[in-house]
């Protein structure tokens, strides 16, 4: 039961450099989600992903892309990344209202990025 | 837009020590709630939830939380505490006919002293 994963588990960047977590669900939820989570701050929504090929902006999208070609992967992209960027990243999915398994999310083990 | 406001940022307790970490959110249509735990280097895990029906739920590890609508309060509950259950914790809604976003607290740390 891999359920979700998330890769790297723990990078070290420098400012300016473009980097790209990974996130992948075995369970076919529909809704995928990325977070952050910061001091203070809790988690806050950066995007999210209804399904494939559709994504929305969360709370704090700025300064990251995302895609969803597949169902399974939903990776966050940081074009240039930024100090202010340092964060844990936090992935998570749920099923569609439709599916009877909605509402729920489950998250990944998180990405710890310090961008230097 | 909802949010959700936890009041208590760091809670210390010696074990066997009851208690109620409160939550409250501001949205005015009908929600689905949430408490997630983060043990020390974990990712999220869901308590418990409570969508609709007796307001009086129940979670894993003995926690539970009381929905109080008037109050727009869901509150967590565990009679006797462990040390086991230092890590932090967050509640989060969503609204019910909205899409899936959820909204989180700033997390409530919980230090349970032996």
């Known amino acids: 039961d891999a359920g979700i994963t998330q890769s790297p588990r723990y990078k070290i960047t420098e400012t300016g450099r473009q980097v790209t977590l990974m996130c992948h669900q075995t369970?076919?939820?529909?809704?995928m989600f990325w977070y952050r989570q910061d001091l203070g701050h809790g988690l806050r929504l950066i995007y999210y992903?209804?399904?494939?090929?559709?994504?929305d902006k969360g709370e704090v999208p700025d300064g990251y892309v995302v895609s969803r070609s597949k169902t399974e992967n939903f990776p966050l992209t940081l074009e240039s990344a930024t100090r202010s960027q340092t964060s844990v990243y936090f992935c998570?999915?749920?099923?569609?209202?439709?599916?009877?398994?909605?509402?729920?999310?489950?998250f990944g083990p998180g990405t710890r990025l310090l961008v230097l | 837009a909802q949010s959700v406001s936890q009041h208590n940022h760091h809670v210390i307790l010696s074990e066997a020590a009851s208690l109620e970490l409160g939550c409250n959110y501001s949205?005015?249509?009908?929600?689905?709630l949430f408490w997630y735990v983060q043990y020390p280097g974990q990712h999220l895990q869901l308590l418990l939830k409570?969508?609709?029906?007796?307001?009086l739920v129940k979670g894993i590890k003995g926690f539970e939380a009381e929905f109080i609508k008037s109050k727009f309060s869901f509150n967590l509950r565990k009679p006797s505490v462990q040390w086991s259950d230092t890590a932090e914790y967050f509640c989060?809604?969503?609204?019910?006919?909205?899409?899936?976003?959820?909204?989180f607290g700033t997390g409530t740390r919980l230090t349970v002293i032996p």
């Open positions: 992903s209804a399904a494939a090929d559709i994504t």
């Open positions: 409570y969508f609709s029906g007796d307001p």
């Open positions: 998570a999915s749920s099923g569609s209202r439709s599916s009877g398994n909605q509402e729920t999310q489950y």
């Open positions: 989060a809604v969503n609204a019910r006919a909205g899409a899936n976003n959820l909204f």
């Open positions: 369970w076919s939820h529909s809704y």
């Open positions: 949205y005015g249509g009908t929600v689905n």
